[in-house]
């Protein structure tokens, strides 16, 4: 009887799952129907609005329950670059489009890296002869990088451009471990490995100080002579301003807006109306009357002219996020991910180079090891590689890197970043002086050995400060001799410092700065087809909410409201079988729910992780 109700149980319980993710495909293929009846046209005389939402990144994240509000409201929103990009080159040479508006209120910060691409994409559209606006009642830094690419920046009388700097502060938690008992075990290869020095201590260290402060004058120094060459301004002006405002902004009487107007930062202020009147005058037509079309609308409307056949094309893989084992969903790099993307290139005939762009702050060593070597396979079959670096491609994202046949980087890359490390947090101490006291034994001197309820035994300390070590020095190794460096020189740019592309490309970390455009045409010399090329973008393979979220329904994450990318996510976390949950699935589920790496470092004693 017991046999029946358990099996009862099971099939109402499979029943249930049939029928929840059938609705949901259901919803799905009837927005997709909607949607077709939809489909955007692009009007004559319009104008294009670029109004990117979140953070503008390599690709899309999927959702996870962390990013979801307590009110069960939408997903965090973000804006894929190429997206971006792809609707401002086609709109260049549209004659169906004259003007683009900049609305980048709801954007997020971005790195720099990703910016310039955005602002260089801007630029050709100027130099095509074509109007740009920006508009916004207040610009933060990141906003304010791709207003200054504009023809004309609005700013309402009661707004603010919000530059400020650049800064690194961090909270540091020494005395409050030791108040609470609980010691940090720490294991580290390369003296600027800082991510644990706040374990470890009440203040910066010296060597991380003197790194940061040359990463940051680098990006700082960047940004200046960008937005003073877009704006035709002087740096060392608006430097002055930043270090004493107050005093610049007393004799504007209190108002951000009159000063950033009168420092050059912005070229009217205007509200919404004026600013209204003033593009339909542009335009030369009545206020309120012109045509427009949403850049995410634009990319379903416009002709992808890329689609068809080329004889030659250039596979592209973008592999943005944390470096993990396993196949892995957009937003971080899987191992098996990218290894079965890097096979279906080696394997498509048509295919006869890679850029693989990089935005990565590091990971699993042993994940970027694999995916370095299937790389390495992938030249021996005779496809060059060309590796483009975003936002970041340090310390994991490096690591792989070095498996290019050419590096490129933009000048304001976060890179380098050349150690390992391992943290685990003991507190025995601290569970004793609550009354709780833990006891045993083993069968080997490492049993149990890793366990945040009771120290560290001192074999199993030496094996993890070992093991670190040889990542450490496996690493320098792979870097020595992709890059064709002396080891000893190598090791003195390593100990896990971080270099901008620019530092990176003046003691040989890379070979040349440039944009994601000038690493594809670099493929195709490498490859040597000449300027007859498309561009095929690989994906990871997906499974049903993956398709629904990317594939269905088009490259613009816009087109899917976020509540529906909520429910695909959870609805395929419910579907999850039980005997899947593994120590792999564990640091997935972990990654899932927003956890870093270090959470899941007790799951096993070889993930070490360089970051």
């Known amino acids: 009887m017991r046999q029946f109700f358990s099996s009862l149980l099971r099939g109402l319980d499979g029943l249930r799952r049939i029928l929840v993710n059938g609705l949901f495909l259901l919803i799905i293929l009837a927005y997709v129907a909607i949607m077709l009846t939809l489909q955007p046209k692009v009007p004559n005389q319009a104008a294009l609005i670029i109004d990117p939402h979140g953070p503008i990144v ?121 108040r609470l008992h609980i010691q940090a075990e ?74 950033a107007k009168a420092e050059g930062l912005v070229d009217e202020l205007a509200d919404a109306g004026a600013i209204e009147d003033y593009i339909a005058g542009a335009l030369d037509i009545v206020a309120g009357n012109y045509p427009t079309i949403a850049f995410r609308d634009y990319l379903r409307a416009a002709v992808d002219n890329d689609k068809s056949e080329h004889k030659n094309r250039i596979g592209i893989i973008t592999a943005s996020g944390m470096i993990l084992d396993g196949i892995q969903p957009a937003g971080s790099i899987g191992s098996d991910s990218m290894t079965s993307m890097l096979r279906r290139a080696a394997r498509d005939p048509a295919i006869k180079a890679v850029v693989l762009r990089i935005d990565s702050p590091g990971g699993s060593a042993q994940a970027s090891e694999m995916i370095r070597s299937e790389m390495i396979r992938l030249q021996k079959a005779g496809k060059p590689i060309v590796v483009s670096m975003g936002g970041a491609a340090a310390s ?70 070992l093991s670190i070590s040889d990542v450490y020095q496996r690493f320098v190794r792979i870097v020595a001799a992709s890059r064709k460096l002396d080891e000893n020189r190598v090791e003195s740019i390593a100990e896990g410092r971080v270099w901008s592309g620019r530092d990176a490309k003046q003691i040989g970390l890379v070979d040349h700065l440039g944009s994601f455009d000038d690493a594809i045409a670099a493929a195709a010399n490498l490859a040597a087809i000449g300027d007859d090329y498309g561009r095929t973008w690989l994906k990871p393979e997906q499974g049903i909410a993956d398709m629904i979220l990317a594939g269905i329904l088009g490259e613009a994450d816009a087109l899917l409201p976020g509540s529906m990318r909520a429910l695909a996510s959870l609805i395929t976390a419910e579907s999850l079988p039980a005997t899947a949950i593994t120590p792999a699935s564990l640091r997935h589920m972990a990654t899932w729910l927003g956890l870093p790496p270090t959470h899941t470092g007790a799951l096993a004693m070889c993930n070490l992780h360089v970051e």
């Open 58 to 178: 390599e690709e899309l994240e999927l959702p996870t329950p962390a990013s979801l509000p307590l009110t069960g409201g939408l997903a965090t929103s973000q804006t894929r670059l190429h997206d971006l990009t792809a609707a401002i080159k086609r709109a260049t040479s549209d004659s169906r489009i004259r003007i683009m508006i900049l609305k980048l209120d709801d954007m997020d910060r971005s790195s720099l890296p990703v910016l310039r691409e955005v602002q260089q994409a801007i630029a050709a559209f100027r130099a095509a002869g074509k109007m740009v606006i920006a508009t916004g009642p207040n610009y933060s830094q990141s906003q304010y990088y791709l207003a200054a690419a504009a023809d004309t920046i609005f700013l309402h009388p009661m707004g603010y451009v919000g530059i400020e700097g650049f800064s690194v502060y961090r909270n540091y938690i020494r005395d409050a471990l030791d």
């Open 186 to 259: 720490v294991f580290r290869a390369g003296k600027y490995k800082s991510a644990i020095e706040p374990l470890l201590r009440n203040d910066m260290s010296a060597d991380d100080r003197e790194a940061n402060k040359a990463l940051l004058d680098t990006l700082w120094s960047s940004y200046l002579q960008d937005i003073a060459a877009m704006r035709k301004l002087h740096p060392e002006r608006l430097q002055a301003v930043l270090d004493a405002p107050a005093s610049y902004l007393e004799a504007h009487h209190g108002s951000l807006a009159e000063l």
């Open 396 to 465: 994991g994202g490096y690591w792989i890197a070095t498996a290019a046949d050419e590096i490129w980087a933009a000048p304001t890359t976060i890179t380098g970043s050349i150690g390992a490390f391992g943290v685990m947090l003991n507190m025995q101490q601290g569970l004793e002086s609550l009354g709780i006291h833990n006891d045993g034994f083993g069968t080997t001197a490492i049993a149990g050995g890793i366990r945040a309820d009771r120290a560290m035994p001192a074999e199993m300390a030496s094996v993890m400060q």
